[in-house]
């Protein structure tokens, strides 16, 4: 229960919605920080089936799963007949959830039907949207002709943008939005939770030969690891001495440790 105090101060504080596709430990201080000065919550659309992620949320902040569902589908990579998965979300239960939770700012973090629905909301009530961007000139140079004009209208009407670096704001000039409507912020998370334990960081590296070659991501197909020990590969073959290290989650370790010996690589390793 909260006190007195608690409940005044809650009372006091200005609603902000933060719409997501999925909830990332990642992100969770930032939100958990906003909680600190905004009664947030934040609306997602449940989880990728290849996310394993452990989630911490901080106790001032709310979630909220949206109802509705993911679409498969696939994006261009510029490189003939390869294509990327993705995640098509179709959040449409933020159309009744918005309302219902009336806050006094949203922030959406892309700019597909997400965000289009949080402009509607806007517009009907008068509430100011920012539109969180992390894209670049280089990220996003094959996407499809539609999200191009969708994107178009978005930086002509649009006037709040959050964008990551130096990078995304260039983009977001590249579609037309003057700099003045960009707050400009860095893309990282709190280094704390990278170093509770730096003996045994120091020690994983310790007794292994240099250059390092590294590489810390999910180990599943799409992230092309199988490419990268074939490219290694071929560094050995040539007599390269190097060390190959990736970190992530351990699910095909079996299957990259076997790649790596068909492809005599003398110093590999799976954190």
């Known amino acids: 229960m909260l006190d007195t105090h608690e409940r005044s101060a809650k009372s006091t504080k200005k609603k902000l919605a933060i719409l997501v596709n999925m909830l990332t430990p990642y992100r969770l201080p930032v939100y958990g920080y906003l909680a600190r000065y905004f009664e947030t919550i934040v609306m997602h659309?449940?989880?990728?089936?290849?996310?394993?992620?452990?989630?911490?949320?901080?106790?001032?902040?709310?979630?909220?799963?949206?109802?509705?569902f993911q679409a498969p589908g696939k994006k261009r990579t510029g490189i003939p007949s390869v294509w990327d998965r993705r995640h098509?979300?179709?959040?449409?239960?933020?159309?009744?959830?918005?309302?219902?939770?009336?806050?006094?700012?949203?922030?959406?973090?892309e700019m597909g039907l997400r965000t289009l629905i949080a402009l509607a909301y806007g517009t009907l009530t008068g509430v100011p949207v920012w539109i969180w961007w992390g894209g670049t000139i280089h990220s996003e140079q094959y996407i499809s002709k539609g999200r191009r004009v969708l994107r178009s209208v978005l930086a002509r009407s649009v006037k709040r943008w959050i964008s990551y670096g130096i990078t995304s704001t260039e983009y977001l000039e590249s579609l037309g939005v003057e700099q003045k409507y960009i707050l400009q912020i860095q893309n990282c998370v709190p280094q704390e939770i990278f170093l509770s334990k730096p003996e045994i960081t120091k020690a994983w590296f310790h007794d292994i030969p240099?250059?390092?070659?590294?590489?810390?991501?999910?180990l599943i197909p799409r992230k092309g690891l199988?490419?990268?020990?074939?490219?290694?590969?071929?560094?050995?073959?040539?007599?390269?001495?190097?060390?190959?290290?990736?970190?992530?989650?351990?699910?095909?370790?079996?299957?990259?440790e076997a790649m790596a010996i068909e492809n005599h690589?003398?110093?590999?390793?799976?954190l």
């Open 88 to 109: 098509i979300h179709f959040n449409l239960g933020l159309i009744w959830k918005l309302p219902l939770f009336r806050p006094d700012y949203v922030l959406s973090s």
């Open 226 to 256: 199988d490419k990268l020990i074939e490219a290694c590969g071929r560094m050995a073959a040539r007599g390269l001495r190097f060390s190959l290290v990736i970190v992530g989650e351990r699910r095909a370790r079996e299957h990259l």
């Open 265 to 270: 690589i003398e110093y590999f390793r799976i």
């Open 210 to 218: 240099r250059p390092i070659i590294l590489t810390v991501c999910q």
């Open 45 to 68: 659309g449940g989880r990728e089936t290849e996310r394993t992620w452990d989630l911490h949320i901080d106790p001032l902040l709310r979630t909220y799963k949206v109802w509705g």
